[in-house]
């Protein structure tokens, strides 16, 4: 009995789960947590990256990685927000706020700010089956009404790259004459935003 039923969920398996996606990507993680890549539409080249963390099931997003053509302000901010965000600097900017998770797949209920003009738009993220592809979708009113951005998973080695002010698992550094010889204790470790 038990063999047979170990041969039909294998015969099972490849209905179930995404053509071309190993065995161990199944069980994929499907939230939108982690460090993320967005491409410009007409030249393929990066244009931003973005950490979403998830705290007690809301999910936020901050551009922690910015892609400056020659002439661009690095020091830019957000000087069309209209809310508390206004003249933040964009590098640290909190874009994506108050998302929760909907289906296994999908997050919704928030809303994504575009620092350009400073609107704010409902938005939804869903995940790929693969956990690498972060569909980004802001819209108004309904959500037939909006466009959709393709973001891109990036490796846990990608960290490394950004400001350490930003960065969740840059390491914590102590200072010189904090702690005597006599009386060392231990310095809590970072945690991984990805993995909460």
Same mark, same amino acid.
């Given at each position: ?49 973005? /950490?979403?963390? *998830? ?8 551009? %922690?990685?910015?892609? =400056?053509? &020659?002439?661009? !302000? $690095? ?69 037939? /009404?909006?466009? *959709? ?8 080695? %990608?960290?490394?790259? =950004?400001? &350490?002010?930003? !960065? $969740? ?28």
């Amino acid at each position: 009995m038990r063999g047979k039923l170990v041969t039909a969920l294998a015969a099972l398996l490849p209905l179930v789960a995404p053509l071309g996606l190993p065995v161990s990507a199944i069980g994929a993680d499907l939230t939108p947590a982690g460090l993320w890549q967005a491409v410009d539409d007409d030249t393929k080249q990066p244009s931003g990256w973005f /950490l979403i963390t *998830n705290r007690d099931g809301v999910y936020t997003g901050i551009i %922690a990685k910015m892609f =400056l053509k &020659p002439g661009e !302000n $690095p020091n830019v901010v957000c000087d069309q927000c209209k809310d508390d965000r206004y003249n933040h600097p964009w590098l640290g900017l909190e874009i994506i706020r108050g998302m929760r998770q909907e289906e296994a797949d999908k997050y919704g209920g928030g809303t994504i700010l575009d620092p350009r003009d400073g609107k704010v738009y409902h938005a939804i993220l869903k995940v790929s089956p693969d956990g690498q592809t972060l569909i980004v979708r802001g819209y108004l009113g309904i959500e037939l /009404l909006g466009k *959709n951005q393709y973001w891109s998973r990036l490796p846990d080695s %990608a960290y490394s790259m =950004l400001d &350490p002010s930003i !960065n $969740p698992n840059a390491a914590v550094k102590r200072a010189p004459a904090a702690a005597s010889s006599a009386h060392k204790s231990e310095l809590p470790r970072p945690q991984n935003a990805v993995r909460q």
